[in-house]
């Protein structure tokens, strides 16, 4: 099973601080500085929405360079291999990969102005002059000891790094409460109604 990480709704505030802590933390890196994960509003709702690391990737099958492979129990993005493409990002169930580059001008420094392109056209779609724009996804923040950044500065601790351990326990604390829950007669007659014998 693949390790990946869980928002819990009920908890998140919405203050993008797993965004910020995603993005300063791949930039020290020297990767794409865009986050990995986005904070998504649905009402009064908010979540980060961010890979699945699903076991049958989408996004990998549809790679046409093999720049997303599974490896390490996560499945993984090589920045340097990817052409920018995009098919990953549309095969996406969850839209968890996004297209970024850094311009010329936040590579190297220089405070001159670069093209950009029309705030009516989809993020999807959109280019830059001269810039290369890879696919970003997250990697369980794999270069660091401490795991994945986000998880680690969520002031409420809406965010929380899954393996296959964590599964197990979580089941095998279901399954407790599920034989400890009473059930009465009156349930079970009532879950009942209606079949035919």
């Keep these: 099973m ?13 203050c993008n601080t797993c965004m910020a802590a995603c993005s300063e933390a791949h930039k020290k890196q020297g990767l794409q500085s865009h986050p990995r994960l986005t904070v998504t509003r649905t009402g009064d709702d ?19 360079v093999n720049a997303i492979t599974h490896a390490a129990d996560a499945i993984v993005l090589d ?8 098919m ?10 996004t297209p970024s580059g850094t311009g010329i001008a936040g590579v190297a420094g220089f405070g001159t102005a670069a093209p950009t392109h029309s705030a009516a056209l989809d ?8 810039v290369k724009s890879v696919a970003v996804k997250c990697d369980l923040c794999a ?9 680690n500065v969520c002031p409420t601790a ?17 399954r407790t409460l599920a034989a400890a829950a009473p059930v009465g007669l009156e349930r079970t007659l009532a879950s009942l109604e209606g079949l035919d014998p």
Excluded: M
Aim: hydrophobic content about 45%.
């Design 158 to 174: 809406a965010l929380y790094a899954v393996d296959n351990a964590a599964v197990g326990q979580a089941a095998a604390t279901k």
């Design 79 to 86: 920045e340097k291999v990817c052409i920018g493409c995009k």
């Design 88 to 97: 990953c990002a549309l095969a996406c169930p969850f839209g968890a990969i």
């Design 46 to 64: 908010t979540a980060p929405v961010l890979c699945h690391q699903c076991e049958d990737a989408p996004c990998a099958r549809v790679c046409p």
């Design 2 to 14: 693949n390790r990946f990480v869980i928002a819990e709704p009920r908890k998140c505030i919405g």
């Design 143 to 151: 270069f660091s000891g401490d795991g994945p950044a986000c998880v």
């Design 123 to 130: 993020p999807l779609l959109a280019w830059d002059i001269g």
